[in-house]
T-cell receptor, first 114, second 115 residues
Framework: DTEVTQTPKHLVMGMTNKKSLKCEQH?????MYWYKQKAKKPPELMFV???????INESVPSRFSPECPNSSLLNLHLHALQPEDSALYLC?????????????FGEGSRLTVL | AQSVTQLDSQVPVFEEAPVELRCNYS??????LFWYVQYPNQGLQLLLK??????LVKGINGFEAEFNKSQTSFHLRKPSVHISDTAEYFC?????????????FGGGTRVLVKP
């Protein structure tokens, strides 16, 4: 059983919509991550939050806007997306950055942009 | 910077047969090594990891991997597979001081277990 919970599991949106993906963990982890995974490809890092502060942005377009309201929650706000943004979005957490702890992944939110 | 090569994109195997998934990496710094599994329509689950110490690492579900520093490899093995092992397997590395614990993934190996 995953201890990283993502909602919604599936999302269909138009290019003019605004939606959000949510991620929650209760393992006391202080680092949280967003990854994007296209079909038949490995996950690609988008953002890293460490102690609720954005520490890495992998040159992600501004139509993706992350937010970390507290140490347990991570959101990804979506606006004016393109069809090529359709993918599986994975959230992950770890004890902290800079240590040997592994990442725990959620089951993902599958996004379809029409 | 690191890179990871998984030499086989697909591996068909019969149930109860052994399987080996090959992973080679390159890095200018020391690395931690991981194998993740992704079942259909699910997220990634850690199978095992190598941080230090014994080069033979045992993981969940009967999998094991061996770190070979001279060959920069971290191959994954299972002596007898089950239908339920059908999944995508990703090898990943992380530099000792990688900013943000950034993982570099290989391209993945799709394992299809046949009855």
């Amino acid at each position: 059983d995953t201890e990283v919970t993502q909602t919604p599991k599936h999302l269909v949106m138009g290019m003019t919509n605004k939606k959000s993906l949510k991620c929650e963990q209760h393992m006391g982890h202080r680092a949280m991550y967003w990854y994007k995974q296209k079909a038949k490809k490995p996950p690609e890092l988008m953002f890293v939050y460490s102690y609720e502060k954005l520490s890495i942005n992998e040159s992600v377009p501004s139509r993706f806007s992350p937010e970390c309201p507290n140490s347990s929650l991570l959101n990804l706000h979506l606006h004016a997306l393109q069809p090529e943004d359709s993918a599986l979005y994975l959230c992950a957490s770890s004890q902290a950055t800079g240590n040997t702890g592994e990442l725990f992944f959620g089951e993902g939110s599958r996004l379809t942009v029409l | 910077a690191q890179s990871v090569t998984q030499l086989d994109s697909q591996v068909p195997v019969f149930e109860e047969a052994p399987v080996e998934l090959r992973c080679n990496y390159s890095s200018s710094v020391s690395v931690y090594l991981f194998w993740y599994v992704q079942y259909p329509n699910q997220g990634l689950q850690l199978l095992l990891k190598y941080l230090s110490g014994s080069t033979l690492v045992k993981g969940i579900n009967g999998f094991e991997a061996e770190f070979n520093k001279s060959q920069t490899s971290f191959h994954l093995r299972k002596p007898s597979v089950h239908i339920s092992d059908t999944a995508e397997y990703f090898c990943a590395v992380r530099g000792f001081r990688a900013a943000g614990n950034k993982l570099t993934f290989g391209g993945g190996t799709r394992v299809l277990v046949k009855p």
